[in-house]
């Protein structure tokens, strides 16, 4: 009964393999070109980010010190 149980689980474990392989030919990766491409937006936004959380940053800390030292 157990070797039945084996051979059930192998074969579903087999066609789950299957399975992924046939998905991942579906896939369309992206060119190289398109991965600069995105990579270069990605840090570019991250940067526009750093830069408006450090002026915020900077607006807040003059603010402080206006109230602390009035």
Avoid: H, R
Wanted: with cysteine.
């Amino acid at each position: 009964m157990a070797k039945k149980k084996e051979k059930k689980d192998k074969k579903k474990k087999e066609g789950f393999l299957k399975g992924i392989k046939t998905e991942l030919k579906k896939v369309t990766w992206p060119s190289k070109k398109d991965i600069i491409k995105y990579s270069v937006a990605t840090l570019v936004f991250c940067i526009v980010i750093m830069l408006f959380f450090q002026l915020l940053n900077l607006g807040l800390s003059v603010i402080k010190g206006v109230f602390n030292n009035g």
